[in-house]
């Protein structure tokens, strides 16, 4: 089973700072990373898929990077509705598994 | 618009089973790849089975051979038959599609409860 680290678990930010949040993988899985929003009470919603593809509808402060074992997620210009709890997801080999999930609170 | 709407959840003795249903509108259950995730109380999420287009079907080790993923074509409709259930499989189960031929979850239902206590 493939295991993804996320860094931070927890971060406090203003509102217009930049955000980045980091996914290991166990190892290698290609570009198959994804990254999930979760806010309290809501099931999660789709952000970036394929590493830095961006999911239809999702504003253009989000964006992915990354390769191999090491991903990024990076919110630019942090907005008060941005805080929720992050998860990246890998689809190399089942099973999929989930980073244990970064949570981000707006100061 | 693509909707996904889960019922079944209960709280349920030990040992005993439930069936989770997943109604989806606005696209087929059977063109398109469909999982089940769960989330325990305060914790991460956790991708439990999947059944493909044709009919296949995986699931994580810590359900293997107590869950069993199905669906109903004419009814557009996908399950989870819960059985054999533990007080760690207390958890709001998502179903999440994904598009067939690509592995990543681009949309989700609200959730359904199912608590395991006696």
């Known amino acids: 089973e493939i295991v993804l680290t996320q860094s931070p678990d927890f971060q406090s930010v203003t509102p217009k700072e930049k955000l980045t949040i980091t996914c290991r993988a166990s190892q290698s899985i290609g570009n198959s990373l994804h990254w999930y929003q979760q806010k309290p009470g809501q099931s999660p919603k789709l952000l970036i898929k394929y590493t830095s593809q961006s999911f239809s509808g999702v504003p253009s402060r989000f964006s992915g990077s990354g390769s191999g074992t090491d991903f990024t997620l990076t919110i630019n210009s942090l907005e008060a509705e941005d805080a929720a709890t992050y998860y990246c997801?890998?689809?190399?080999?089942?099973?999929?598994?989930f980073g244990q999930g970064t949570k981000v609170e707006i100061k | 618009e693509v909707q996904l709407v889960e019922s079944g959840g209960a709280l349920i003795q030990p040992g005993g089973s439930l069936r989770l249903s997943c109604a989806a509108s606005a696209f087929s259950v059977s063109s398109n790849y469909m999982n089940w995730v769960r989330q325990a109380p305060g914790k991460g999420l956790e991708w439990i089975s999947i059944?493909?287009?044709?009919?296949?079907?995986s699931y994580a080790d810590s359900v293997k051979g107590r869950f069993v993923i199905f669906r109903d074509s004419s009814k557009n409709t996908v399950y989870l038959q819960l059985n054999s259930l533990r007080a760690e499989d207390s958890a709001v189960y998502y179903c999440a599609r994904s598009p067939s031929g690509y592995y990543f979850f681009d949309n989700w239902g609200q959730g359904t409860l199912v608590t395991v206590s006696s």
């Open positions: 997801h890998q689809s190399s080999s089942l099973p999929w598994t």
């Open positions: 059944i493909y287009s044709g009919g296949d079907t």
